[in-house]
Every structure is written in C-alpha cells, then in structure tokens.
Nanobody
C-alpha cells in the first residue's frame, strides 16, 4: 500500500554530483519521516540521511555530512537527496524509506522504524 520509487542514480566520476528522488505512490508523504539508506555488496546497510515530516529536522551520517543535502517537497510528494563531491566509497544501492516517527528512529535506531521501502537505485562512483 505504501509505495516508494527511487530515481536519479547512475554512473558518476569522483567529485561529481547526483540528485536522487524518492516519490510516493498511492499515499502522501506529509505525515511521514523519510530516510535514505545505502548498501554496498558485502556491507551492512547504513542510514545516510533522514528528514522529518515537516522538513524541520534532518540527520546526516558523519560520512556524508557537508556533502549531501536532504530536502522534501510535500506538494510534489517527493523527497530529494543531493549528493555532491562524490567519492568511490559512496558506491552503493540507495533506498528510501518511510517511517511514522522521528529522524532518530529512522537513521540511528536498530532496527529503524520503517513502514515501507523503495526498490533502490544504483549509484556508482568510478574512474
């Protein structure tokens, strides 16, 4: 019922930028916190960035702080992740997720408080 679709991934050179989008299908995002997670082959899933339902509270993992920016446009039912200064270690499948509570519950707690996951979009930083 709660469907999320990621887009915007692709192949980019180190130092480049991408903007990922997470669009809701079949529901509206305005009452949900949204998180971005990533997972590389053989690695554990990690929380990258989360944003509260209103957009007033944001969380960034230390590894991306200062390089990534999360934002949301509830009128467009979409959450964005702008990724600048990309590094090889940013290569992963990126997933967005919707949760009912706080950014801490989404990005810090284990397991994260999540109602629905998107299908993922591949980000490859190479060359």
């Amino acid at each position: 019922q709660l469907q999320l679709v990621e887009s915007g991934g692709g192949l980019v050179q180190p130092g480049g930028s991408l903007r990922l989008s997470c669009a809701a299908s079949g529901f509206t995002l305005d009452h949900y916190a949204i998180g971005w997670f990533r997972q590389a082959p053989g690695k554990e899933r990690e929380g990258v960035s989360c944003i509260s339902s209103s957009g007033g509270s944001k969380y960034y993992a230390d590894s991306v702080k200062g390089r990534f920016t999360i934002s949301r446009d509830n009128a467009k039912n979409t959450v964005y992740l702008r990724m600048n200064s990309l590094k090889l270690e940013d290569t992963a499948v990126y997933y967005c997720a919707a949760g009912p509570t706080s950014v801490q519950a989404m990005c810090v707690m284990n397991p994260p408080s999540v109602l629905s996951w998107g299908q993922g979009t591949q980000v490859t930083v190479s060359s």
